[in-house]
């Protein structure tokens, strides 16, 4: 491993740099459309009877009136100095507001992962190590059951069991984890528990899979033959050589988590950005939208930075390049 | 460590079977197979593609699939491995007997240093520290000829070409110093240039150290000047057995002899297009009555259609066979099986 780190770095710019197009392509897209979105923004904030003159009055106010390509230039110049606008309604700046949205979700999708994982690769390892046997029949059982709940339904479910008849979570809600940090698990224990549902039962199927592959490759026939135990073998010999799949599902599933975000947020009232956008979206809130849009862009560029340097830490025959 | 014993062979196998079930009912992989290999002894195992030589050998290291129904003894040093609970007996077929598989490209795990997978079991079986493994495994794959050991010890088995992950390999095997080391094909998957130098290590380890080794092979080049036996297999049966020599110098059974006819000759011009033998393997699910070589077998007559050859031992009890018509002793088989062959073409 010679100077690894520089390696993974410039690995890691150059992927950055082809992230670029990609953010350029969304960002304006998301400008252009807002044209043709039904309704605009001045006609939500100055009611169904404003007339056209008031219509066009905000709207030159704003720099709506613009074209697409200019209106968009001008928020790039705005993203390079770091503002990027103030929301429609309360005015506020609207990269402050992303920050503190974007941690709320973060700390639900991280969250979420973690548990999934924790609960997710042991269990495969175990069912796979006894493929067939009860363990493993009763999991591919339950987990086939998970997998077919949406999450609007566990949500449902999950919040009517744990805070309206054990009433041991709050219903819905939030506080800052910086305020309250035992109230802050309090709050996301919910919303983490639906995203975690469908999360851990699709990464086991995953990690089952997987790991039934890897112990059918002759190395694991050779350390049998050795006379190691089976919890050797699945750990020094099946674990590493099957992480590579997980990871790139557990990228794939940023998608989910982020989507799921959007259902678990309004219905726990949880302020991410989830929530942020449908309301956004809802008023024509274009600053809000275009920043979490961007946001969005940027996650999964960076998301697909780390699996790929993640493959490269896992299997000693791939080169960060 | 065990002190041989001179009443036990090393390894005795008694009536070995194993069936694994099949789409067309159980396929009977190995039918009754019986032999006893003695301490610092080299054994051939020869057969066609499929004649179950691979899953003889898994049978006996106990790591044939779950599915398969096995049964018979495996004897090492007079103990019956069937009788040991199974962590005891992994544990002592880890420790006495090493394996070398026939591909070293999927046999060393990609992602765990060459270090660690050759000292893994001398960690487990014989209790070594750190130090003393790190120090036992670089000697070792010293002595199976990789020049830089000690780099090779921190390296990644992608690192290395086929010949030297099997020389890795091998000395995976030797970890716990084992009196018995299994090769199976383990040149086959290599170049020719480096199929006879790892014979050629595998044979002086076998001398040097004094164990035993079973070398499994389609070839019979292989165990010529290697090996003390030969041990010959055709459709999951043991069809002879006898010391090297006098297997090449008179074979028995009329499936030995046509294998001999079929290997590749020092004498013949290079390219020469081998002799293969005409027909197709038995089939393992429906297994007609009588020899199993009779559909292929130029000397097959009713009898061996008809009923199962029993096996033979000669009289001074050291060649075995199960032919009905045998070939006569002390005469080569190679001239009176040696089938027209232009009629074949
Ligand atoms: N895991 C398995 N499950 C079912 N059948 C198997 C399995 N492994 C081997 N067989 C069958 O057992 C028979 C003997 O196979 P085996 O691998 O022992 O042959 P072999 O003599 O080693 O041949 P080769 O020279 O090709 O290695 C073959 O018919 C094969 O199809
Ligand atoms: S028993 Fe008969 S068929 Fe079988 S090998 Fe001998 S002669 Fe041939
Ligand atoms: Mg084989």
């Known amino acids: 491993m010679r100077s690894a780190g520089s390696t993974y770095l410039r690995a890691a710019g150059t992927r950055l740099l082809a992230g670029i197009p990609v953010f350029v392509l969304v960002t304006f897209a998301a400008t252009a459309l807002s044209d043709l979105m039904p309704g605009s923004a001045a006609q939500t904030i100055l009611g169904e009877n404003a007339t056209l003159e008031q219509i066009a009055a905000l709207n030159a106010e704003y720099g709506y009136d613009r074209p697409a390509v200019i209106r968009y230039l001008d928020w790039l110049g705005g993203l390079a100095r770091g503002d990027l606008g103030y929301t429609l309604f309360s005015r506020q700046p609207v990269a402050e507001l992303l920050v503190n949205r974007a941690a709320v979700t973060f700390e639900i999708a991280l969250l979420a992962m973690l548990v999934s994982l924790l609960l997710a690769i042991p269990l495969a390892m175990v069912s796979a190590a006894r493929a067939g046997g009860l363990v493993?029949?009763?999991?591919?059982?339950?987990?086939?059951?998970?997998?077919?709940?949406?999450?609007?339904?566990?949500?449902?479910?999950?919040?009517?069991?744990?805070?309206?008849?054990?009433?041991?979570?709050?219903?819905?809600?939030?506080?800052?984890?910086?305020?309250?940090?035992?109230?802050?698990?309090?709050f996301v224990a919910l919303p983490v528990l639906s995203l975690s549902v469908h999360q851990s039962a699709y990464f086991f199927r995953v990690a089952r899979s997987q790991f039934a592959a890897t112990l059918q490759e002759d190395f694991v026939l050779v350390a049998r033959a050795k006379g190691l135990s089976t919890s050797y073998i699945m750990l020094r010999h099946a674990l590493r050589p099957s992480l590579p799949q997980v990871l790139t599902v557990l990228g794939l599933s940023m998608t989910f988590l982020l989507g799921g975000s959007f259902i678990v947020e309004s219905y726990f009232a949880v302020p991410g950005i989830g929530w942020t956008v449908l309301n956004a979206v809802k008023n024509h809130d274009l600053p809000v939208v275009q920043a979490i849009l961007s946001l969005t862009v940027v996650i999964f560029v960076v998301v697909f930075i780390l699996v790929d340097l993640g493959y490269a830490l896992i299997d000693p025959r791939v080169q960060a390049t | 460590m065990t002190v041989p014993s001179d009443i036990h062979p090393l390894l005795a196998v008694e009536n070995l079977s194993c069936a694994v079930p099949g789409p067309a009912g159980a396929m009977r992989i190995l039918t009754d197979v019986s032999f006893t290999l003695p301490h610092a002894t080299a054994l051939g195992i020869v057969g066609e593609s499929g004649a179950g030589k691979s899953m003889l050998v898994k049978t006996i290291m106990d790591i044939a699939p779950s599915r398969a129904a096995v049964t018979g003894a495996v004897r090492l040093d007079g103990t019956a491995l069937q009788s040991l609970d199974t962590r005891t007996r992994r544990t002592t077929l880890g420790r006495r007997v090493g394996m070398v598989f026939q591909n070293p490209m999927t046999s060393l795990n990609p992602f765990v240093r060459v270090g660690r997978q050759v000292e893994e079991a001398s960690r487990k079986h014989l209790g070594l520290d750190r130090r003393a493994a790190r120090e036992k495994a670089i000697a070792l794959l010293r002595a199976v000829g990789i020049p830089d050991a000690a780099e090779c010890y921190h390296g990644f088995p992608h690192q290395f070409s086929g010949g030297m992950k099997q020389r890795i390999m091998i000395a995976t095997a030797l970890a716990c110093d084992p009196e018995l080391l299994i090769a199976d094909e383990a040149t086959t998957a290599l170049d020719a240039t480096v199929q006879k130098d790892i014979l050629d290590l595998l044979q002086t380890l076998q001398q040097r150290r004094r164990m035993s080794m079973i070398l499994v092979t389609h070839n019979l080049g292989v165990v010529a000047g290697r090996t003390d036996e030969v041990i010959v297999m055709y459709g999951g049966r043991l069809v002879e057995h006898a010391p090297t020599e006098r297997l090449f110098a008179s074979p028995r059974h009329r499936y030995t002899a046509a294998l001999l006819s079929a290997m590749p000759r020092i004498d013949q011009p290079a390219h020469t297009r081998l002799a293969t033998i005409p027909g197709q393997p038995p089939s393992l699910a429906h297994p007609e009555p009588g020899c199993p070589f009779a559909p292929r077998c130029p000397a097959a007559i009713d009898a061996c259609r008809a009923a199962m050859p029993p096996m033979t031992v000669s009289a001074d009890g050291r060649h075995r066979f199960a032919c009905h018509v045998p070939l006569d002793a002390g005469i080569s088989g190679d001239a009176s099986v040696r089938q027209p062959e232009a009629a074949n073409v």
């Open chain 1, 136 to 186: 493993d029949s009763t999991l591919s059982a339950v987990t086939s059951f998970l997998l077919s709940i949406p999450t609007f339904v566990s949500v449902v479910v999950l919040s009517y069991v744990f805070s309206i008849v054990l009433r041991w979570l709050p219903a819905t809600g939030w506080v800052s984890p910086f305020v309250d940090p035992l109230g802050n698990l309090m």
